[in-house]
Each structure stands twice: as structure tokens, then as C-alpha cells.
């Protein structure tokens, strides 16, 4: 799937489908180092 990044200066962000919706209000992620990709994301609730 192919999706817009919008953001400013600081910070960059993509909207999700509803199919692809986390629970919770936070989103844990993980980059892999050798490939630069989004390797995990995670739905959380904070502590």
C-alpha cells in the first residue's frame, strides 16, 4: 500500500486506513539499522 507523509520541520506523520487502526493512544515503534525501515509497531496505553 502506498500512503502520503505529511509533517513540518520537527516531526513527519501518515494517516492510516481504518483496516490498519492500533488500539490505545500511543504507538510504539522500532527502525531497523542496517535497512532504515519501520521494523514493529506496536499499540500501547500509557502508563
Do not use: K, Y
Amino acid at each position: 500500500m502506498l500512503n502520503n507523509l505529511f509533517g513540518n520541520m520537527r516531526s513527519e506523520a501518515m494517516r492510516l486506513p481504518a483496516a490498519f487502526r492500533f488500539e490505545g493512544t500511543q504507538v510504539e515503534i522500532e527502525r531497523d539499522p542496517q535497512t532504515g525501515a519501520v521494523d514493529r509497531m506496536t499499540g500501547v496505553q500509557p502508563a
